[in-house]
């Protein structure tokens, strides 16, 4: 029996014309369990693989941060990564209009504009992790080292 077919998204597509290899996990987010460790065991894969996208903001300077989905962000490393005092999460209302993705399915690949972009960097010690492919119920999974040249993304110590 053949795959369910899956639309492409933009990160789907960028990736592609990169040449980079990737694999797409889909699951039902019908309960509403967006959260990484939830989607971990939806797809089956580890939970410190899945990596989880967070837009953040020092003024009208977006930066966006990749990190283990069961972690939390640390804004003083986070600023100090991105070459700013102070820098603060984007409010929810204004993630769509900022990256084209919504709450759940914010892909660090084939947002609207390019932001600086930082990959946590326990993922670099990873044979893969896994990110939003860009649509809520779409991951993808690929080496670290790939997802960083797509997103043009540094690796930085950026957990608590």
Same mark, same amino acid.
């Given at each position: 029996m053949a795959a369910p077919k899956v639309h492409k998204t933009n990160a789907m597509r960028m990736l592609e014309d990169l040449g980079i290899d990737y694999e797409i996990y889909d699951y039902d987010n019908e309960d509403g369990q967006i959260h990484g460790t939830a989607v971990a065991e939806k797809i089956g894969l580890a939970p410190e693989t899945v990596f989880k996208t967070l837009v953040a903001h020092a003024g009208q300077n977006g930066f966006v941060f990749v990190?283990?989905?069961?972690?939390? &962000?640390? &804004?003083?490393?986070?600023?100090?990564?991105?070459g700013e005092k102070k820098i603060e999460m984007l409010p929810l209302k204004d993630l769509q209009?900022?990256?084209?993705?919504?709450? %759940?399915?914010?892909?660090?690949? %084939?947002m609207k504009k390019h932001f600086p972009t930082f990959v946590d960097a326990s993922g670099e010690r990873l044979e893969h992790i896994a990110v939003s492919a860009?649509?809520?119920?779409?991951?993808?999974?690929?080496?670290?080292?790939? &997802?960083?040249?797509?997103?043009?993304?540094s690796f930085a110590d950026l957990t608590k």
């Open positions: 990190i283990p989905a069961s972690e939390e &962000l640390d &804004l003083k490393k986070a600023a100090r990564a991105a209009k900022w990256t084209g993705y919504v709450r %759940g399915g914010c892909s660090p690949i %084939g860009g649509k809520i119920g779409l991951q993808m999974k690929l080496a670290p080292e790939r &997802l960083a040249e797509a997103a043009k993304a």
